[in-house]
C-alpha cells in the first residue's frame, strides 16, 4: 500500500520562510518521482517542484530562486524550503508521488499517489 504523507506548513508573514516534508513508501522501486503541486479554492492544482532518481529538479517558474526542493532517494523524501513567501503563495499544498521510470514532469497526469495536502498561509 502506497503511502504519501507531508508535514510542515503553518502560518507565516510576507517575507518569511517555512520548510515542508514529504515521504513515499510502500512501493518496490526506490527511486520514486516526487512533487510538490499547491491548490487554492477555485483553481487548478498547478505543480510546484519535482525531483526523481538523479536528483534533478524542475521548478515552477513563479518559485524559482525562492524555493529549493531536496530530494532523499534513500529515505523516499522530498522537502520543500520556501523562502521569501508572498501572500500569493498562501494555498493547500500536496505531495505526490510516481513509481513509474520516466522524466519526472511537472504536470498533474504524472502523478498517481497524493497526500493530504498541508496548509500554508502567507500573511501582508
Known sequence: QVRVVESGGGSVEA???LKLSCVAS????????LAWFRQTPGKEREAVASAGR????KYADFVRGRFTATKDNRKNTLDLEMHNLKPEDTAMYYCAADF?????????????????????TVSS
Open 15 to 17: 517575507g518569511g520562510s
Open 26 to 33: 510502500g512501493n518496490t522501486n526506490p527511486w520514486p518521482c
Open 54 to 57: 538523479g536528483g534533478i529538479t
Open 100 to 120: 513509474n521510470w520516466g522524466e519526472c514532469l511537472l504536470t498533474r497526469s504524472r502523478y498517481n499517489y497524493w497526500g493530504q495536502g498541508t496548509q500554508v
